[in-house]
């Protein structure tokens, strides 16, 4: 079992520019627990990760094309929430990195990229999309956890 000190814990449950807290505390925990207690009841095990990500998702579904491009790197998780349209994995995994460390889970927030796409880009070669994933990893039960919320 890993152990985080308080100062780790502080950073890893920092707010960050795109990730302002926007939804009420209380209501947060309360939304999540329902799920994670009827799961509790229904499979015997239940894990507020996964209560989380079901929540993210009974809320936003993905973007159609049009607004994809409109909107896509361009907004923050308030912003992505109050839309109720996800424009892809790092929207998602914006979302749910601002849930987490608002429930007092550490989160990080991990971008990937694509070998090609980054060379093209340290070349400063033309591309025509970015190509790579964005997800998390939480600190839960003890040990870091990688979470795709997408």
Same mark, same amino acid.
Request: hydrophobic share 35%; with cysteine.
């Given at each position: 079992? &890993?152990?985080?000190? /308080?100062e780790?814990?502080?950073k890893?449950?920092?707010? =960050?520019?795109?990730s302002?807290?926007?939804?009420?505390?209380?209501?947060?925990?309360?939304?999540?627990?329902?799920?994670?207690?009827? #799961?509790?009841?229904?499979? =015997?095990?239940?894990?507020?990760?996964? #209560?989380l990500? +079901?929540?993210?998702?009974? /809320?936003?579904?993905?973007?159609?094309?049009e +607004?994809?491009?409109?909107?896509?790197?361009?907004? /923050?998780? @308030?912003?992505i929430?109050?839309s @109720?349209?996800?424009?892809?994995?790092?929207d998602?995994?914006?979302? +749910?990195?601002t849930l987490?460390?608002?429930?007092?889970?550490?989160?990080?927030?991990?971008?990937? #990229?694509?070998?090609?796409?980054?060379?093209?880009?340290?070349?400063n070669? #033309? +591309?025509?999309m970015r190509?790579?994933?964005?997800?998390? &990893?939480?600190?839960?039960? @003890?040990?870091?956890?990688l979470?795709?919320?997408?």
């Amino acid at each position: 079992m &890993e152990k985080l000190t /308080n100062e780790d814990i502080d950073k890893y449950l920092k707010s =960050g520019e795109l990730s302002q807290p926007f939804i009420d505390s209380k209501l947060l925990k309360e939304k999540v627990d329902i799920d994670y207690y009827n #799961s509790l009841k229904l499979k =015997g095990h239940a894990n507020k990760l996964e #209560s989380l990500y +079901f929540w993210i998702h009974k /809320n936003l579904e993905s973007a159609d094309d049009e +607004f994809r491009k409109k909107y896509k790197f361009n907004r /923050n998780a @308030g912003e992505i929430w109050e839309s @109720g349209k996800a424009t892809g994995c790092t929207d998602y995994a914006l979302v +749910f990195a601002t849930l987490a460390r608002q429930l007092g889970i550490p989160t990080t927030l991990l971008h990937t #990229s694509e070998k090609t796409f980054l060379f093209k880009l340290i070349n400063n070669e #033309s +591309f025509s999309m970015r190509s790579g994933h964005s997800f998390c &990893e939480c600190f839960y039960d @003890g040990k870091w956890i990688l979470v795709d919320p997408t």
